[in-house]
């Protein structure tokens, strides 16, 4: 399985305010997946980070809220820009690999807008 | 409707005891089936697949029933380690469409 770090794991934000998420997977991968989880909701895909290409966004999410760079292919950057409280959540990178195609996930960034 | 649907619970299970969850899912195209475990405030892991013809890892037994469109999730002798939310995932090909059910919340009381 692949291992995916990210950084920060929690950060305490004030709304109206940026904050960029880093994800780094130990191995070449071609499609990166952002998901966001909200408190006692399941995941939801934010969008699918292709390195040389823009990002693909899910309904109900968009570029200038939450851009994305994927300037390799072992690593991507999520933005979660003027921050509010409904923004609040964990936002997980993950990957695809292994045997039948598993996802497997970083640790998550939590994060909390106040 | 949902492209999968949990019981959310809560399980609240006594050691020793065997719990069953179950997993509808709408696309009868699915492909691949599994379950995931998230303990709280971490991130969600790899269980174990599904497999057509069921599959059994120690105390876990994961079955698949594609004329009724479900997937099971069955412990045996819980452990009190096994508190935590069990998230099923169905895909419909080998792309990168994962559709996450809700998660089912089991504890185990002592």
């Known amino acids: 399985s692949a291992v995916i770090s990210q950084k920060p794991s929690r950060d305490i934000c004030q709304r109206g305010t940026s904050l960029t998420i880093q994800c780094q997977v130990d191995s070449q991968v071609t499609m990166m997946f952002w998901y966001r989880q909200q408190p006692g909701q399941s995941l939801t895909l934010i969008a699918t980070a292709n390195q040389g290409s823009e990002a693909t966004y899910e309904s109900g999410f968009v570029i200038d809220k939450f851009p994305i760079s994927r300037p390799n292919l072992t690593f991507s950057t999520l933005t979660v820009s003027n921050m509010s409280p409904e923004d609040s959540s964990i936002y997980l990178c993950?990957?695809?690999?292994?045997?039948?195609?598993?996802?497997?996930f970083g640790e998550g960034s939590w994060l909390t807008v106040v | 409707r949902k492209e999968v649907e949990q019981d959310p619970g809560p399980f609240n299970v006594p050691e020793g005891a065997t719990v069953a969850f179950n997993c509808t899912y709408s696309?009868?195209?699915?492909?691949?089936f599994f379950w995931y475990r998230q303990d709280c405030r971490k991130e969600p892991k790899l269980l174990m697949s599904v497999y057509s013809s069921g599959n059994e890892d120690g105390r876990f037994t994961a079955q698949l029933n594609r004329a009724s469109q479900y997937i099971s999730l069955l412990i045996r002798d819980s452990k009190l380690s096994d508190s935590a939310t069990y998230l099923c995932?169905?895909?419909?090909?080998?792309?990168?469409?994962?559709?996450f059910g809700t998660g089912t919340s089991l504890t185990v009381i002592p």
């Open positions: 995932v169905v895909t419909p090909n080998t792309g990168n469409q994962f559709y």
């Open positions: 696309n009868s195209a699915s492909q691949s």
């Open positions: 993950s990957v695809e690999g292994g045997h039948r195609n598993t996802i497997y």
